[in-house]
């Protein structure tokens, strides 16, 4: 893409809708200094759930959710990525008053064999791996940071196909790792041959979702390969609750009956719909973000479907997206969608000017395939971000945005 030169609006605001700068603690010090406006910084394993909840100091309780929005550099969430997935075991049905059953080395190994593809023969090999947590701790801690942070969102978790755990450290890979790195990833180390089952995948994610539904928190969600197996899980957890679609002639009938009754009744109508849709939680999200989306066109259509009674927004990377054969996938996909469901992100695992770098980088590129004004376009993304956090891209004059959770 040819270089433009017009001068990028960072007033209008800017917000990176995923990100993981807790994965290099020495770069939270940057984000004070960077032009982005609020930083949507995603958990996904064990080691980072505290620093993320650590590097967004909890809303004091005394201050209501819109007056802390104003001050956001960093919007926490908190999850469990599919990678780190086999860590946790499915506890359901267990006394929660008996001991934790993976004491035992015997029960850690049927754990690891149950869970993996293919089931791993190497006693090595599942040694080296951390004991498993059980799902309902993992959902209790979670919920936990959640109702501390009124405005932290599920993430980042989902499917993945094609992922493979690491093998172990090796004793030279110890001493030569960046320290500065929060431990728990790959950094480097080789594959083994060892996959997590799709199906025990499934039951992590879907405990995730129903908590995300119970809480009314919007959700990141990772598919790799997987777009089909989302989909699948979230129309079981929408079965029931769908939208009624309208045909022509019943919404002609409707809006007849709503212009007899004047615009005010129908202000009221979703004034009490919106406070309805707030006090009762679902079994899933209302709101849900498929970050740095690979897919092609027609699962997208399958998530807008207007009987759908989540909203779906998908974002993109220039470091995911943009890159390599797959860009001119995510062209297609960007025409395709509606202007409100666009978002943008850097992806990046370090705060400061490369992450500020790729916000403008990927906004440039996703204004220049809407056919977008710079000026206009950033906007769009901003109350885009806006909906999708907080259920409304609206602002009122003192600053504070209008709560309207569908």
């Avoid at 809708?17 to 032009?35: F, G, Q, Y």
């Amino acid at each position: 893409m040819a270089q433009d030169e017009t001068a990028f609006p960072w007033e209008i605001g800017v917000f990176d809708a995923h990100c993981h700068p807790t994965d290099t603690m020495a770069s939270i010090a940057e984000i004070p200094r960077m032009k982005a406006t609020t930083l949507t910084v995603m958990a996904t394993r064990g080691e980072d759930q505290d620093l993320v909840f650590q590097t967004a100091a909890p809303v004091e309780a005394t201050k209501s959710v819109t007056t802390s929005r104003k001050k956001e550099r960093i919007l926490p969430c908190f999850g469990w990525h599919p990678w780190f997935s086999h860590q946790i075991f499915d506890d359901e049905g267990t006394r929660k008053d008996e001991d934790d059953p993976f004491m035992t080395t015997q029960l850690k190994q049927a754990h690891y064999e149950k869970v993996l593809t293919p089931s791993p023969d190497d006693e090595t090999f599942i040694f080296a791996l951390p004991d498993p947590k059980p799902l309902s701790h993992l959902i209790s801690e979670t919920r936990t940071r959640l109702l501390a942070h009124p405005t932290a969102l599920v993430g980042e978790v989902g499917l993945d196909r094609a992922f493979r755990l690491p093998n172990a450290w090796t004793k030279q890979e110890v001493q030569s790792r960046d320290a500065t790195m929060t431990p728990g990833s790959r950094e480097g180390r080789s594959l083994s041959p060892y996959r997590v089952q799709l199906d025990h995948q499934k039951t992590v994610l879907r405990a995730q979702l129903q908590l995300a539904g119970e809480l009314s928190r919007p959700v990141s969600v990772h598919s790799v390969q997987a777009h089909g197996a989302v989909f699948d899980l979230l129309k079981e957890l929408w079965s029931g609750h769908e939208r009624k679609v309208l045909s022509r002639r019943e919404r002609k009938q409707r809006d007849a009956e709503r212009s007899q009754r004047g615009e005010a009744d129908e202000e009221d109508e979703e004034k009490e719909a919106s406070s309805k849709t707030n006090a009762t939680p679902f079994p899933f999200p209302s709101r849900i973000c498929m970050h740095s989306y690979s897919g092609p066109v027609d699962p997208v259509r399958q998530f807008l479907d207007p009987s759908n009674p989540s909203d779906v927004y998908f974002s993109f990377s220039s470091l995911i997206n943009f890159s390599g054969p797959s860009s001119q996938k995510v062209i297609q996909v960007i025409k395709a969608l509606p202007d409100d469901r666009v978002l943008i992100e850097s992806d990046l695992h370090t705060a400061g000017k490369q992450m500020d770098d790729l916000l403008e980088e990927v906004a440039r590129q996703v204004c220049d395939v809407r056919g977008w004004d710079l000026r206009k376009g950033v906007q769009q993304l901003a109350d885009n971000w806006r909906r999708f956090v907080y259920g409304s891209s609206e602002v009122l004059p003192n600053g504070h945005d209008v709560l309207n959770k569908r």
